[in-house]
């Protein structure tokens, strides 16, 4: 994309923004639509929440089942069975 097409676009969505935000913000039906749905909105914003603190929590447990295999790993004696042509039992 050219740098003249991206300006042009950039300009588009700027005037569709501040369109939409004049119209929410200084038109009464603008108003009325916006006190609608703002119940809605709040509620979406509780549910990312809650969806965000449940994903760190998932990340969190994995994090810590991936210390806990290369601890393992770490600890693990891969010379157990010398002589045996074995060097590991995984």
């Known amino acids: 994309m050219s740098e003249r097409a991206q300006i042009v676009a950039a300009s588009i969505v ?4 501040g369109g939409l935000a004049g119209y929410l913000f200084l038109t ?6 916006r006190r609608q749905i703002e119940p809605g909105l709040e509620e ?4 990312l929440s809650r ?4 994903m760190l ?3 969190g ?6 210390k806990i295999v290369r601890d393992a790993i770490d600890r693990a ?3 157990r069975f010398p002589g045996s042509g074995q ?3 995984f």
């Open 28 to 33: 009464e039906s603008g108003r009325t639509l």
């Open 44 to 47: 979406a914003a509780r549910e």
């Open 77 to 79: 004696d891969f010379n």
């Open 61 to 66: 447990a994995a994090r810590e089942g991936w």
């Open 57 to 59: 929590g998932a990340a």
């Open 87 to 89: 060097s590991s039992p």
């Open 14 to 17: 700027g005037a569709v923004i």
């Open 51 to 54: 969806v965000t603190g449940t």
